[in-house]
């Protein structure tokens, strides 16, 4: 999997929660009767460059890997699950974000946004449960995830379920995360000392769970000075009519 972004001890001692509005994440969500790769926080959906989605890969119930099509929409992709296509991970480089002195953000490294000192490296990874499996577990290789020790599919609107957070394998506690990205993406839970929490089933339809860190550079290079992470589990509780 492709491995832009450095994280190593020392900016994982500087990562912080995010609580900020603009939490754009990843995740797959039925529109138009095809399977969406959806950009966006809340109600917002946004367009994006397909060239963006920098790894596919999906799993059957038994974790074993299976090829997932996709569809350039051109300013999106839908993709095409086959049968036994249970889970899909994806990464999403979603590029250079500097502050201008115009007071907006550019999609641009800092070097190329005039009078910029903030500058970000955005990546976005995600996490979609479409059928159930025989055992959960995190996805190989994945830097970023949150794990349902529950599978998701299984459950109904209320229905408690604890997930946890893992960057390379390791928990991650004290760190807040967005039971409901869809709905109420400014509302946080924190994770407890083996990096999980308990939350409930949110919606009866498209569920995303997600977190946003952000890791500051000890040097900012020339194009940004932070990498920005968003990390999305997310699932559907009512199955699509088959008529």
Same mark, same amino acid.
């Given at each position: 999997?492709?491995?832009?972004?450095?994280?190593?001890?020392?900016?994982?001692?500087? #990562?912080? +929660?995010?609580?900020?509005?603009?939490?754009?994440?990843?995740?797959?969500? *039925?529109?138009? =009767?095809? $399977?969406? /790769?959806?950009?966006?926080?809340?109600?917002?959906?946004?367009?994006?460059?397909?060239?963006?989605?920098?790894?596919?890969?999906?799993?059957?119930?038994?974790?074993?890997?299976?090829?997932?099509?996709?569809?350039?929409?051109?300013?999106?992709?839908?993709?095409?699950?086959?049968?036994?296509?249970?889970?899909?991970?994806?990464?999403?480089?979603?590029?250079?974000?500097?502050?201008?002195?115009?007071?907006?953000?550019?999609?641009?490294?800092?070097?190329?946004?005039?009078?910029?000192?903030?500058?970000?490296?955005?990546?976005?990874?995600?996490?979609?449960?479409?059928?159930? #499996?025989? +055992?959960?577990?995190?996805?190989?290789?994945?830097?970023?995830?949150?794990? *349902?020790?529950? =599978?998701? $599919?299984? /459950?109904?609107?209320?229905?408690?379920?604890?997930?946890?957070?893992?960057?390379?394998?390791?928990?991650?506690?004290?760190?807040?995360?967005?039971?409901?990205?869809?709905?109420?993406?400014?509302?946080?839970?924190?994770?407890?000392?083996?990096?999980?929490?308990?939350?409930?089933?949110?919606?009866?339809?498209?569920?995303?769970?997600?977190?946003?860190?952000?890791?500051?550079?000890?040097?900012?290079?020339?194009?940004?000075?932070?990498?920005?992470?968003?990390?999305?589990?997310?699932?559907?509780?009512?199955?699509?009519?088959?008529?």
């Amino acid at each position: 999997m492709k491995r832009n972004m450095l994280f190593g001890l020392a900016a994982l001692a500087a #990562v912080t +929660a995010a609580g900020c509005a603009n939490a754009h994440g990843v995740w797959f969500a *039925p529109r138009l =009767d095809k $399977t969406q /790769l959806v950009l966006g926080e809340g109600p917002k959906d946004n367009a994006y460059d397909p060239k963006a989605v920098t790894m596919l890969q999906g799993y059957d119930a038994e974790w074993g890997k299976v090829a997932v099509e996709s569809v350039n929409g051109g300013d999106h992709i839908t993709i095409v699950p086959a049968e036994n296509v249970a889970v899909v991970a994806v990464e999403f480089d979603y590029g250079y974000w500097s502050n201008g002195k115009d007071g907006k953000w550019h999609n641009a490294p800092m070097d190329q946004v005039e009078g910029s000192t903030v500058g970000t490296h955005a990546v976005k990874y995600g996490v979609s449960y479409f059928k159930s #499996v025989k +055992a959960v577990k995190p996805v190989e290789g994945l830097p970023f995830q949150i794990v *349902p020790m529950t =599978d998701p $599919t299984t /459950l109904k609107v209320g229905d408690p379920l604890v997930v946890q957070l893992l960057h390379d394998g390791k928990p991650m506690p004290d760190t807040n995360i967005i039971p409901d990205v869809v709905n109420h993406h400014t509302v946080f839970a924190k994770t407890d000392a083996e990096g999980k929490a308990a939350l409930k089933v949110a919606n009866g339809g498209v569920n995303v769970i997600g977190v946003e860190l952000t890791y500051n550079y000890d040097k900012p290079t020339a194009k940004a000075t932070r990498d920005k992470v968003f990390a999305s589990l997310s699932f559907v509780t009512v199955p699509p009519e088959e008529d």
